[in-house]
Structure formats: structure tokens, C-alpha cells
């Protein structure tokens, strides 16, 4: 099986906290996030809904991928997410992981 490297947002509320994290496990990264098994930023600040992912094909190009994003200003972050996902639905929990 191929493996798959994914490069996702997680905010607490439209328009909210965000934060851009990379990951080989998309649905078990999220699951994490939602349930606060790890100490850190995410749960400091109730970061629990995934409103942005993209896959990519190496562990290098997604890496690349979050350092670039997590440069942007906060209004490209925000364009990013709105071009996919205008409402701000939690992609997790509507199947897409």
C-alpha cells in the first residue's frame, strides 16, 4: 500500500484559531486533535475541527508544502480554506479524511 503525507488545518471555530500540521495519518492526526491526547497548541486552544487538507505524494513535498503555508498571512490562510471549504464545515466529521 502507498503510503500518503498530508498537509492540513485545524481551527476551534470559523474565522478562528489556526493551525497547519503534516502528517501520514490524516484520520488519526485529527482524531488526536478532537479528543486532546497531546499536550500542546491544539489543545491549549480547543483546535478540533479539520477545515483544510491536501494530499501529497512525498513526505518531503508536504513537509515543504506546511512550512510554506504556515508563512502566509493569516487572509491567505483564510482564502485557502474558503476556496474549498466556504462554510467551514469540519471535513472530519462529514467523511473526508
Not at 500500500?1 to 490524516?26: A, Q
Not at 518531503?60 to 503555508?69: C, L, T, Y
Request: charged share 30%.
Amino acid at each position: 500500500m502507498e503510503k500518503r503525507y498530508w498537509v492540513y488545518i485545524v481551527t476551534d471555530k470559523p474565522f478562528g484559531t489556526l493551525y497547519i500540521g503534516v502528517t501520514s495519518d490524516l484520520s488519526r492526526r485529527v482524531y488526536e486533535h478532537k479528543n486532546g491526547l497531546y499536550k500542546g497548541f491544539t489543545k491549549t486552544y480547543g483546535l478540533k475541527m479539520l477545515v483544510w487538507c491536501e494530499e501529497f505524494q512525498t513526505a518531503i513535498e508536504a513537509i515543504e508544502a506546511e512550512k510554506r503555508i504556515k508563512k502566509w498571512k493569516r487572509n491567505w490562510k483564510i482564502d485557502l480554506i474558503q476556496k474549498g471549504n466556504l462554510k467551514w464545515r469540519d471535513l472530519y466529521e462529514n467523511g473526508i479524511s
